[in-house]
């Protein structure tokens, strides 16, 4: 008798499968990460695993492996792959997307999951000025430098522009400057003007910048202080500052302003203690606006007659305040009074008869 012979297929509770840990992690720019890979299950044969990046993966980001082998002899050994994220120029965070093919064996239609690196840039996205403070003479003209501090993504435009309440005499060349990625780390300059003006005042001017464009939109850029070194000397000329003033006549001086002032100016004029009554003025205070400031003004000096023969003198002086003037001295002026009365004695007469045995008078006054 013959038994019918029986068929026994095993029912594998294995999956063919690859692992891959982590899938997803950081790696310092200038620095390495690892993942690995291991199969689940002992293969038929060699099963290879290659590596290769998705499209648009960061070009920084490199594996020091592009296939792996596994054979029936060490399929459940960790393989490493080294992951490394090169020095750039830029802020960006890149990316990228590592793939997987696995051929061989039973393998041949498994999927293994894909790694993301991504770069931790130790580059931060900024705007370096130089310098931010400084002094720009009259008539002349100073440069400030430019320069962003990584490679932008794509153009960053800086916006040049003075704030509100900047002296109007100090203006800059250009309203904005252009970095791409390629000329990036060159600087650009802006050059700052102070014009010549009237005034003695050392006007000041902040410069503002904007910054857009790319991964720069959120950067802020230092401003500058321009202070105006002004080569105008707040004073007040007097001439002359000493004369003689005939008895009875009257001589003027003259008072202007050597540089504009930004308020009204006032000269007080006054007679010095100790100078002669006879000498006066004949006014008490001068006003020198921002729009008359350069026209002269006349004070007339008068010496009264007198019956004395003496040349009086008088000092006047002057004070000034307002508009930038408070700490100005000004010259006094020396007024001599040119008398036109002579010392003398007059007598009358100065011969006469007189009878014997009587009397004559004869006068004597002074001059």
Same mark, same amino acid.
């Given at each position: ?13 294995? %999956? ?9 992690? %950081?790696?310092?720019?200038? &620095? =390495? ?6 199969? #689940? ?50 802020a960006i965070d890149g990316s ?38 400084? %002094?720009?003479?009259?008539? $002349? ?11 932008? &993504? ?10 509100? +309440? =900047?002296? +109007?005499?100090?203006?800059? $060349? *250009? ?6 990625? $390629?000329?990036? =780390?060159? /600087? ?7 014009? /010549? ?46 004369? #003689?003033? #005939? ?6 001086? *003259? ?38 400031? &350069? ?8 010496? #009264? /007659? ?27 002026? %020396?007024?001599? /009074? ?6 003398g004695i007059t007598v009358a007469?100065? =011969?006469?008869?007189?009878?014997e045995g009587d009397s004559v ?7």
């Open positions: 008798v013959t038994a019918s012979s029986v068929t026994a297929t095993e029912a594998d509770n294995d %999956a063919a499968g690859v692992t891959v840990t982590p899938t997803s992690f %950081a790696v310092t720019e200038g &620095s =390495s990460e690892t993942y690995m890979v291991v199969l #689940a299950t002992e293969p038929s044969a060699n099963v290879t695993v290659a590596m290769s990046f998705a499209s648009g993966a960061d070009a920084d980001i490199t594996v020091d492996e592009t296939l792996l082998t596994f054979t029936p002899g060490n399929w459940s050994t960790e393989q490493t792959v080294t992951v490394s994220a090169a020095e750039d120029d830029d990228a997307t590592i793939e997987h093919v696995v051929s061989g064996g039973e393998y041949n239609n498994v999927t293994a999951s894909s790694v993301t690196a991504t770069e931790s840039d130790n580059d931060a996205a900024g705007v370096t000025v130089a310098p931010t403070a400084f %002094a720009v003479a009259e008539g $002349d003209s100073v440069r400030y430098q430019v320069v962003l501090d990584t490679r932008p &993504s794509a153009n960053v435009t800086i916006a040049v522009s003075l704030a509100a +309440g =900047s002296d +109007g005499d100090i203006t800059v $060349d *250009r309203t904005s400057l252009t970095f791409t990625p $390629d000329n990036w =780390s060159t /600087e650009q300059g802006v050059w700052v003007k102070a014009a /010549e003006d009237a005034d003695a005042l050392n006007g000041v001017a902040t410069i503002e910048h904007a910054v857009s464009g790319g991964e720069y939109n959120n950067v802020t850029a230092s401003s500058v202080t321009a202070t105006e070194a002004d080569n105008d000397a707040a004073g007040v000329t007097v001439t002359p500052t000493a004369f #003689a003033v #005939a008895e009875g006549d009257s001589v003027k001086y *003259r008072m202007v302003l050597t540089a504009e002032p930004f308020a009204d100016i006032t000269v007080t004029v006054s007679l010095a203690a100790g100078s002669d009554g006879d000498i006066t003025v004949d006014k008490t205070s001068l006003t020198f606006t921002p729009d008359t400031w &350069s026209t002269e003004q006349d004070v007339w000096v008068k010496a #009264a /007659e007198d019956a004395d023969a003496v040349n009086g003198a008088a000092t006047i002086e002057h004070t000034v305040s307002g508009g930038g003037y408070n700490n100005v001295t000004v010259s006094s002026v %020396a007024a001599t /009074e040119a008398d036109n009365d002579a010392a007469p100065t =011969s006469f008869a007189v009878a008078k004869y006068q004597v006054v002074l001059d």
